[in-house]
């Protein structure tokens, strides 16, 4: 399974259990190296992170995981066995990718969200859809 299946895999997982409409996929926002550094400047490098920002008028909106993650992934495709060599980096997808979709449905609401929530909801997200994966 390759990157761009997983991480839609795992939005039609969250657009399912929640019942919203995808505002988009994540997939075209995904930043590069070269654009995280310009985000982080002299902050140490992330290995996963969604980056804001919003004005009145616009919204900026980037999604990083580090490619050692995906590897992972790729070598060991959750969707045929979640165990240890790939649990890690599935969780660290899943909890991206819901602050990626809470942060845009928010918005669309132009309702706020907290760090606290916004933290809450990706580790609900990591053990459900996980979960469901291993019971499935």
Partial sequence: MTAIELIQDVEDQLAAIYRFPLV????PFFMNPEQLVKETADL?????AVFLT???ETMDIGIFIEQQLFDILHEHNPKTEL???NLDAYCVLIEELSHFHLLLQRSQEE????QLELEWQGEVDKLLIAGLLMSG
């Fill in 111 to 114: 309702r706020g969200v907290s």
């Fill in 54 to 56: 919003q004005t009145p």
């Fill in 24 to 27: 988009t996929s994540a997939v």
């Fill in 44 to 48: 140490p490098t992330p290995r996963a």
């Fill in 83 to 85: 165990n240890q060599m």
